[in-house]
């Protein structure tokens, strides 16, 4: 486990387009690593984008 300090990620849901297409999931891990495996739940059928603050963490295609 991390420091005890978790982070605030945004999971952005992607229509067909590329664009974002809802407010954002937001979830609090201790690291990238754990909020792309909780973001993963959101990318059925669809692609997802996961930040932190500015700084784009991951992208990940539909499952």
Request: hydrophobic share 40%.
């Amino acid at each position: 486990m991390g420091s005890g300090r978790m982070s605030v990620y945004k999971v952005y849901v992607l229509g067909g387009d590329g664009r974002v297409d809802a407010p954002p999931h937001v979830i609090e891990c201790d690291d990238d690593g754990e909020a792309i495996r909780q973001a993963r739940r959101y990318a059925v059928g669809t692609a997802i984008e996961v930040w932190q603050d500015a700084t784009l963490v991951a992208r990940l295609d539909p499952k």
